[in-house]
């Protein structure tokens, strides 16, 4: 099972090989040209990074907001989404 911060590191580390081929001159053009396609819609490592602050950010007040008031019910999904692991994570894990 990938980790957390597998996750992340390997999406960043994805970001860069793509960077690295597009900018490889010694690569046929078709090869730079589908890299560059690529990183059009590719996060940038600190969207990744936001991305996982923001998660982390969003489980904690969602998970005071339940602490605080007991009675409070959480939708379904709400529930499953906080007892689930963390999709990814900010640069410091």
């Known amino acids: 099972m990938t980790m957390v911060d597998e996750r992340a590191r390997s999406l ?17 053009e078709l090869v730079r040209l589908q890299a560059k396609q690529l990183l059009r819609h590719y996060p940038e490592p600190a969207a990744i990074h936001l991305e996982g602050r923001s998660e982390a950010a969003c489980r904690l007040a969602l998970s005071q907001l339940a602490d605080a008031h007991e009675t409070l019910k959480l939708p379904p999904v709400l529930g499953l989404w906080l007892d689930g692991e963390p999709f990814l994570c900010d640069e410091n894990g």
């Open 12 to 28: 960043i580390h994805t970001w860069e090989f793509l960077r690295e081929l597009s900018r490889n001159d010694s690569l046929p």
